[in-house]
């Protein structure tokens, strides 16, 4: 995670090297199985029983991300996204659903670039194959899965609507409702989704099972709405986090509110 600007790992700072030329390291356990979960980033022995898992002890670096300076990394449960100095996106781990941005929605062990995706300053990964990125000109692109809203008819969860008859976007789309806005940050829950503009203001979208897009009801949103309770208090609001049932939002000042 970033904490004041400085790459730490849970526990305790990530050498000083390793920080100045921005590698990516992974540690963990790796289920290779019929579930696809390879979320270490690092290649797959052929010849190992597709069944077992395989674990990383110390961190320890990822080859295929070698000599790329890496300043971003989010992941989920199910896949990872890495932004590298340049604006380029790469993703590995479980592509059901087109979590991971590439038209074949296929898994990956390794890194790929995500060639329709350039200059990005942000990114983000949700639990429900979903994954989101804001490039320079403060422009919301998501992928993956979609969630139903309301009916079977209105399957969404991603910012706009899709085809009755589509339950993933397999490549990243433009948020086009968020278009005459800036945004700055994104973050993604379990179905649903926060924004926030240059400006201040906060949206939301989404799954709303527990209330988490902050319109004071259980109605799900196709299309980004700003939340008004935010607004009404008058604060200029920087970031944004998301998680299964719960989201917060965090004003310059330092106020939380969730």
Known sequence: ???????????????????????????????????????????????????????????????SMQGRRIVSVATSGLHCLALSREGEVYSWGDGDFGSLGHADGGTRAVRSRIGSLSRVESIAAGDNWTSAAVNEDGKLFTWGRATFI??????????????????????????????????????????????????????????????????????AEVLPRRIGALALTGRRFVAVAASASHALALTEEGELHG
Do not use: W
Request: charged share 20%; hydrophobic share 35%.
């Open 150 to 219: 309301n009916d079977e008819t209105k399957p969404s969860g991603l910012g706009y609507a899709l085809d009755s008859q589509t339950v993933f976007q397999l490549t990243p789309k433009c948020v086009v409702a968020l278009s005459e806005d800036r945004v700055v940050g994104v973050a993604l829950g379990l179905g649903f989704a926060l924004a926030v503009t240059d400006a201040g203001a906060v949206f939301s979208f989404g799954y709303c099972r527990y209330r988490t897009l902050g319109h004071g009801s259980l109605e």
């Open 1 to 63: 995670m970033r904490l004041g600007g400085r790459l730490r790992s849970r526990s305790g700072p990530i050498a000083a090297s390793s920080y100045a030329e921005r590698r990516l390291l992974t540690c963990g356990t790796d289920n290779t199985g019929q579930t696809g979960q390879h979320l270490l980033g690092h290649a797959v022995d052929p010849g190992a029983d597709p069944d077992e898992s395989r674990s990383i002890g110390p961190p320890t670096l990822v080859p």
